[in-house]
Nanobody, 124 residues
Framework: QVQLVESGGGLVQAGGSLRLSCAAS????????AGWFRQAPGKEREFVAA????????FYANSVKGRFTISRDNAKNTLYLQMNSLKPADTAVYYC?????????????????WGQGTQVTVSS
């Protein structure tokens, strides 16, 4: 198993930036594909970004494409989400997740391991 802990959330004004980190422990993080999801108040959890195990394949939700960047440092067992040009609509709890296998995936049910989430609030 792998354990995931997110950090880096907070309160930021619209147009600002935040960098989320997800530290993995337990099994080697490089064994997993990984992704970020988010859940806004009153809404279902939704896909944000995904990255393959070696990092060569990346997917983004249309709503964040061009503003968010997912990356990973397997040597540091860490997943990142750089968020720029933030909007109030980006306000949510952000979760990192790990999936068995090497392929990047948008499908939430493919992810077996989840962090506890970190709150991101964007003020207008």
């Amino acid at each position: 198993q792998v354990q995931l802990v997110e950090s880096g959330g907070g309160l930021v004004q619209a147009g600002g930036s935040l960098r989320l980190s997800c530290a993995a422990s337990g099994r080697t993080f490089s064994n997993y594909a990984a992704g970020w999801f988010r859940q806004a108040p009153g809404k279902e959890r939704e896909f944000v970004a995904a990255i393959s195990r070696p990092g060569g394949t990346i997917f983004y939700a249309n709503s964040v494409k061009g503003r968010f960047t997912i990356s990973r440092d397997n040597a540091k067992n860490t997943l990142y989400l750089q968020m720029n040009s933030l909007k109030p609509a980006d306000t949510a709890v952000y979760y990192c997740a790990a999936a068995e296998g090497s392929l990047a995936t948008r499908k939430e049910t493919n992810y077996a391991y989840w962090g506890q989430g970190t709150q991101v609030t964007v003020s207008s």
